[in-house]
């Protein structure tokens, strides 16, 4: 896989929406099960969602079931994680990943990364 850039962060009062894209290059996105990571100041990353090759499958954290919601168009060579009704404690750099191996959707060791965006939710 290439490369993986994120973009759509941004500041937003809580109650608000984003969307994030990440848009990967190459030619074989479609192999790649993908992630959505989040790392707050002074925590440790975490998944947030993730999604398997065809769409079909996809895991989400305690965190953020109801509210967030990953999607992926292979012919684009992107994902996305839509956030609704979002929370001060959603604040933090988000990053995308991508992972070749056939792996349980919630398992966190992703092997390609982007260099994230910073979502800022404001009360």
């Known amino acids: 896989q290439g490369q993986l850039v994120e973009s759509g962060g941004g500041l937003v009062q809580a109650g608000g929406s984003l969307r994030l894209s990440c848009a990967a290059s190459g030619r074989t996105f479609s192999s790649y099960a993908m992630g959505w990571f989040r790392q707050a100041p002074g925590k440790e990353r975490h998944l947030v969602a993730a999604?398997?090759?065809?769409?079909?499958?996809?895991y989400y954290a305690d965190s953020v079931k109801g509210r967030f919601t990953i999607s992926r168009d292979n012919a684009k060579n992107t994902v996305y994680l839509q956030m609704n009704s979002l929370k001060p404690e959603d604040t933090a750099v988000y990053y995308c990943?991508?992972?070749?191996?056939?792996?349980?959707?919630?398992?966190?060791?992703?092997?390609?990364w982007g260099q994230g965006t910073q979502v800022t939710v404001a009360s």
């Open positions: 990943a991508a992972r070749l191996r056939v792996r349980a959707l919630g398992t966190p060791d992703y092997d390609y």
């Open positions: 999604i398997n090759r065809s769409g079909i499958n996809t």
